[in-house]
């Protein structure tokens, strides 16, 4: 909504529904601007700017030339199935992230026409007067005119996991996408839609994060491919040429062996593989909404998350108690009371304990919130009201105490509410045996005086330093005291003479499975990096527990002037809002890093859209975050990361696998066309027996290959350098090794038959297919067992066919083969064998960095 309209006036009556109206139809509905739709062409001919397609779309326009309609028609398949493929995932990964989208807030109570009013949110127009109750999403940006014990969680714009207090009069506002959390209020809205807070953040969002490592390691292989096939069709045209050879047969040759250096399946191995790795993510609750997302993450050097709901359990839990009497530990997580109170790992109870226990049920009764029982067995209990409030209900259902029978038992006869002025709460209740009871909880800077307590001052110094000692370990501290008078006191008289009870440590609580997960990514050479908007000492306090710094490791906090020289080596971050996370991911990619976003607010959101990889959490996420991310969690869980990464590792693990299989065959054909020349070999192979050789070793074959499972140590190694080719620590060395084999396995039966007057081209011919598929078996990543039966099939079905290329009349006449006597075909299996033997003692002898990368 346009600045104009922000301090637009909002007298008793509201609006008038006409002046609303005009002002919808001039500004337009209060809703995020939403990316256009993708049209189908837009994403087809997304999908063929890769560059091994464009060069395969090339060799099908050179075999289409040359009249080879059936060679073509093989490659057109293959691009056909990849871009196919493509589309059907992202089409999916969109459909099922928009039935995630349940945070807007779908009505708005106003105040129109002098009369309160529910209209949809998107109605709601700038100088609209909000009533904001316990519960409500704000819809919009607003001016505050009237609090009354206004609390708002504001998480979801500013990582904060604490809600805050809103008053009237003191300049305070409420943005849009928020949660009233208690209390209530009135406001005039002062911006909508992409102006409001959530818009603006939105509008962080515009850039995204370009090409993935995959895809940018894919370019420059297809250049190297394209620029190879140009240079050897060159010479091989040119020295058949000067051999007398036909134009028209050193074409159709020379072509052939182009084909033959590209490895066509590789987009189809690609696709299949990230196409498997997204299934496999999807059971495991991860829905990916770009296919190359899946191996981005196997690249990832750093992974940088946020506190609230993604480390943490996004939710107010009771960990320390202290009374004068001595500490003690809350156990349990969430809502529901179950759980241990103790001192010292041994279990107290209200008998053991009585300084806690009237410490705990002086606490649950100067509240406003409730728990509410899960509707389903294994469901969670969920709270209505403060969420501060409701982690002291659930501390006494722990110790015993029944908060609802405690509040019947002393019934409540007066109160002084919270607000951000008092800092404190204080509630009257009268006693069974006559008389009354005053209780006071707050902030212990205010309550810890001798202007509240009847404390000598030796004591309340103690409690003063426990309490800094507790906020100096990430906590937010509540000081609790209560006082019995005979009678009723005066108002004035309602907080003075007190007796402290204690201390109370609340804090959003790490996930059980936080620390195991940052274990996890350290073990795979991951650098894990918080960014928070929360406290720096609650930001060290989750840090040190999950792992991420050690208990007196460095916080930087994002107010500091010197922050912008840590953008690059701190490893918490605190205070950051929406700019800064941008500027952290943006410095760690400049420095080479391969970064992953994990978050679930409005905040989040420009960071997961400029990461290289965007994690968003699906249940607790909002939609600005669901829809910047490439992968969502579908059950919130931070391990399901890791999960991904090995998924990433083992689809980039499978396409160099291919590549080492693909690329060695290819080379070693272009090799036995060059060198049988040299030893009276003129035409070493006619242009369709490459071509069948190339389609039985590359296509079902090199295909099953991406379905190979992750090495057993995937995950304990560090990840592959940023800036390293996918032919790099020592692949393109292998494929010469390994192409070195085959050529000479295929030279020496070449040469051999010839020799002795056998069918030698048809031997060489054999050979070579057989002992390309040989490697392919010696390519498994755990050779000897079971797994992936696909490629064990697939080889099969690739022997048979080419034993029929030699014993079918119909192929000896297509392929210009001849059978070949059973005896001398032993032989050639037995040196075929050659080609698994050179894989798997190349792996042996030369295992380069394989051990030490995650590729």
């Known amino acids: 909504m346009a600045s104009d309209l922000r301090a637009a006036p909002a007298g008793v009556l509201g609006l008038s529904s006409a002046d609303a109206a005009e002002r919808l139809e001039h500004h337009g509905p209060n809703a995020l601007p939403t990316r256009p739709r993708v049209s189908a062409w837009r994403r087809v001919l997304t999908q063929l700017r890769d560059p091994l397609i464009i060069v395969l779309l090339v060799a099908i326009v050179l075999t289409v030339i040359t009249g080879d309609w059936t060679d073509a028609a093989v490659i057109a398949l293959v691009v056909v199935v990849n871009t196919a493929v493509g589309v059907v995932q992202e089409i999916k990964a969109d459909q099922a992230i928009t039935t995630l989208a349940t945070m807007t807030a779908p009505e708005a109570r106003v105040l129109?026409?002098?009369?309160?009013?529910?209209?949809?949110?998107?109605?709601?127009?700038?100088?609209?007067?909000?009533?904001?109750?316990?519960?409500?999403?704000?819809?919009?940006?607003?001016?505050?005119?009237?609090?009354?014990?206004?609390?708002?969680?504001?998480?979801?714009?500013?990582?904060?996991?604490?809600?805050?207090?809103?008053?009237?009069?003191?300049?305070?506002?409420?943005?849009?996408?928020?949660?009233?959390?208690?209390?209530?209020?009135?406001?005039?809205?002062?911006?909508?839609?992409?102006?409001?807070?959530?818009?603006?953040?939105?509008?962080?969002?515009?850039?995204?994060?370009?090409?993935?490592?995959?895809?940018?390691?894919?370019?420059?292989?297809?250049?190297?491919?394209?620029?190879?096939?140009?240079?050897?069709?060159?010479?091989?045209?040119?020295?058949?040429?000067?051999?007398?050879?036909?134009?028209?047969?050193?074409?159709?040759?020379?072509?052939?062996?182009?084909?033959?250096?590209?490895?066509?399946?590789?987009?189809?191995?690609?696709?299949?593989?990230?196409?498997?790795?997204?299934?496999?993510?999807?059971?495991?609750?991860?829905?990916?909404?770009?296919?190359?997302?899946?191996?981005?993450?196997?690249?990832?050097?750093?992974?940088?998350?946020?506190?609230?709901?993604?480390?943490?359990?996004?939710?107010?839990?009771?960990?320390?108690?202290?009374?004068?009497?001595?500490?003690?530990?809350?156990?349990?997580?969430?809502?529901?009371?179950e759980g241990v109170v103790g001192r010292e790992g041994t279990p107290l109870t209200a008998h053991t304990a009585p300084d806690l226990a009237e410490l705990l049920t002086a606490a649950a009764l100067c509240t406003d919130a409730t728990l509410r029982a899960p509707e389903q067995p294994d469901g969670d209990w969920t709270a209505l009201g403060d969420p501060t409030e409701a982690a002291l209900l659930t501390a006494a259902g722990k110790f015993g105490i029944d908060p609802t029978a405690v509040k019947a038992s002393l019934p409540r006869t007066g109160e002084l509410p919270f607000d951000s002025d008092r800092k404190r709460m204080t509630t009257l209740h009268r006693q069974l045996g006559g008389g009354i009871r005053v209780i006071c909880k707050g902030a212990p800077e205010v309550l810890l005086t001798a202007a509240f307590l009847d404390e000598p001052a030796d004591s309340i110094a103690r409690a003063v330093d426990q309490a800094g000692r507790l906020a100096t370990d990430g906590y937010r501290v509540l000081a609790v005291a209560q006082a019995d008078h005979v009678r009723p006191p005066v108002r004035e008289e309602w907080e003075r003479g007190l007796r402290l009870l204690g201390l109370i440590g609340i804090r959003d609580p790490a996930r059980p499975s936080a620390a195991g997960t940052i274990a996890a990514c350290r073990a795979a050479g991951i650098t894990p990096v918080l960014i928070t908007g929360d406290h720096p000492a609650t930001a060290r306090a989750v840090a040190a527990e999950v792992g991420i710094i050690g208990a007196d490791g460095d916080v930087v906090d994002c107010r500091d002037p010197a922050f912008a020289d840590r953008l690059r080596d701190a490893r918490v971050f605190a205070r950051a809002t929406p700019e800064q996370k941008l500027d952290i991911i943006t410095a760690r990619r400049q420095a080479g890093d391969i970064v992953a976003m994990t978050g679930d607010g409005v905040n989040d959101g420009p960071a997961l859209r400029r990461a290289d990889i965007g994690v968003a959490m699906g249940l607790r996420g909002t939609e600005v975050a669901r829809q910047a991310a490439d992968l969502v969690l579908a059950d919130d869980d931070l391990a399901t990361v890791v999960a991904a990464a090995e998924e990433g590792r083992r689809v980039y693990a499978n396409i160099r696998r291919f590549l080492l299989y693909g690329l060695s065959g290819g080379a070693a054909e272009i090799t036995v066309m060059l060198a049988g020349p040299l030893l009276g070999l003129p035409l070493f192979l006619l242009p369709a027996q490459i071509l069948w050789v190339n389609l039985l070793t590359h296509g079902l074959p090199g295909v099953a290959l991406g379905s190979e499972p992750a090495p057993p140590d995937v995950m304990t190694r560090p990840p592959r350098p940023p800036a390293e080719s996918v032919l790099g620590a020592g692949l393109w060395q292998r494929i010469l090794r390994v192409g070195i084999v085959i050529s000479a396995v295929t030279l020496g039966v070449a040469v051999w038959a010839h020799a002795t007057d056998r069918p030698w081209q048809s031997m060489a011919f054999f050979a070579l297919g057989a002992t390309q598929l040989a490697v392919a078996l010696g390519s498994r990543a755990r050779p000897g067992t079971r797994t992936n039966p696909m490629l064990l099939l697939a080889v099969a079905v690739a022997l048979t066919l080419q034993f029929a290329g030699l014993y079918l009349p119909a192929l000896n006449e297509l392929l210009g083969t001849e059978p070949v006597p059973i005896l001398d075909l032993l032989v050639i299996c037995a040196l075929s064998s050659l080609g698994y033997a050179a894989i798997r003692l190349d792996r042996t002898l030369h295992p380069g960095n394989s051990r030490h990368r995650s590729s």
Do not use: N
């Open 112 to 337: 129109r026409d002098g009369r309160q009013q529910m209209i949809p949110a998107v109605d709601v127009v700038a100088g609209d007067l909000l009533i904001l109750a316990e519960g409500d999403i704000v819809p919009a940006d607003a001016a505050l005119i009237e609090a009354a014990a206004l609390l708002v969680d504001e998480s979801a714009l500013t990582g904060e996991s604490v809600p805050v207090d809103k008053a009237a009069g003191s300049g305070d506002v409420v943005s849009s996408g928020t949660v009233v959390v208690r209390g209530r209020g009135e406001a005039v809205v002062t911006a909508t839609g992409a102006a409001s807070a959530m818009g603006r953040i939105a509008g962080l969002m515009a850039t995204g994060s370009g090409l993935t490592p995959l895809q940018r390691r894919l370019v420059g292989v297809g250049r190297v491919l394209a620029g190879t096939a140009v240079v050897l069709c060159t010479i091989v045209l040119a020295l058949g040429l000067a051999r007398g050879e036909s134009l028209e047969l050193m074409v159709v040759t020379a072509i052939s062996l182009v084909v033959a250096a590209v490895p066509e399946s590789l987009p189809a191995v690609v696709t299949l593989a990230l196409a498997l790795g997204a299934r496999r993510m999807a059971a495991r609750h991860a829905l990916i909404r770009r296919l190359p997302a899946v191996e981005t993450l196997g690249s990832v050097t750093v992974i940088a998350t946020d506190k609230t709901g993604t480390l943490t359990e996004g939710r107010m839990v009771v960990r320390r108690l202290w009374t004068p009497t001595g500490a003690a530990e809350v156990g349990g997580l969430g809502y529901r009371p």
